[in-house]
């Protein structure tokens, strides 16, 4: 018997398909002689928020860092340990560093635009350095998408021209997000985007990455509990116990790790008690 199986139309690109995942597969980090991470692993979901939690000196930043292989850029730093973007070691034989912060781009405590560069030369700044050439009309459009996408388009579309440093410091952050949005990556890593920020700047960058998730996943390091709950999915708990290296006591979805957390360190830290 054969059976007619009829043309159906081509799928609807799911929006999703661009979306990939980071997992970090038994990641430990030295400064020199000093071990900062023992053996972390986590897998940080596409599309989610993935907020990472705990105590000053625990290892997040250098977590964070290692990432998108910022860590050993720093003299006499070393890892061992993957990570898998969508799947593939960005550490791998071949695997070129560029190519990692192509893809995952970072956001900083402190907002770091080029002060004396344009608004618009800000947003496209990154294309140079990953040789993107591009017809004037596209990167209009590009800069005007990338503005939107952060929140600051109809506060800037105005004065593209005037530098960088005139914004206001929330101002700044997000046009530091545009900039990173600019060369498309896949992973945002930002390390406590809203620590220099007032509470209405945080509240700005705090939609901004709601809107953003859809299409680019996100992990942020936040001292901020209130702002960890806001914004994140999942959370993973660092701790360095006294002369140890950090590694990660607790993770899961964000709800849990705030209502009924499994570990009691958890519960004293996302309560406040310590930290
Ligand atoms: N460049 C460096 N050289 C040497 N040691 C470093 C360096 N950066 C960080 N460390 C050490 O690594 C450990 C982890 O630091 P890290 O900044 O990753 O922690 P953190 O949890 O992000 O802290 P915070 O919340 O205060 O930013 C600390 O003991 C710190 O002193």
Redo the contacts with the bound molecule.
């Keep these: 018997m054969t059976t007619t199986i009829p043309d159906l139309p081509a799928p609807a690109p799911h929006p999703s398909d661009g979306l990939a995942g980071l997992e970090a597969r038994e990641i430990s980090a030295w400064?020199g002689e000093?071990k900062?991470l023992d053996r972390v692993s986590l897998n940080m979901r596409a599309g989610e928020v993935t907020a990472l939690i705990?105590p000053?000196?625990?290892?997040?930043?250098?977590f964070l860092r290692i990432l998108n292989r910022m860590h050993e850029l720093?003299p006499g730093a070393s890892l061992a340990g993957e990570v898998l973007l969508a799947g593939q070691d960005i550490y791998a034989p071949g695997r070129r560093l560029t190519d990692a912060r192509h893809q995952i781009g970072m956001v900083f405590q402190k907002p770091n635009p080029f002060p004396a560069m344009s608004i618009y030369d800000n947003v496209t700044s990154g294309l140079k350095l990953t040789g993107t050439r591009m017809r004037r009309a596209d990167r209009d459009d590009l800069v005007e998408e990338c503005l939107t996408k952060a929140g600051l388009w109809n506060e800037v579309n105005d004065r593209l021209r005037q530098p960088g440093g005139a914004l206001s410091g929330g101002q700044q952050q997000r046009l530091c997000i545009a900039r990173s949005l600019a060369v498309r990556p896949r992973v945002l890593l930002m390390d406590e985007p809203c620590s220099a920020l007032d509470p209405t700047s945080t509240r700005r960058i705090e939609e901004t990455i709601a809107e953003l998730v859809r299409e680019v996943t996100i992990v942020i390091?936040t001292?901020n509990m209130q702002q960890a709950a806001r914004v994140s999915d999942r959370c993973a708990f660092?701790l360095a116990a006294h002369r140890t290296p950090?590694v990660i006591v607790e993770h899961g979805p964000t709800k849990a790790m705030f209502e009924s957390p499994r570990d009691s360190r958890t519960a004293d830290y996302v309560h406040g008690r310590f930290g």
């Design positions: 400064f000093h900062v705990g000053s000196g625990c290892g997040k930043s250098t720093v390091v001292h660092f950090g």
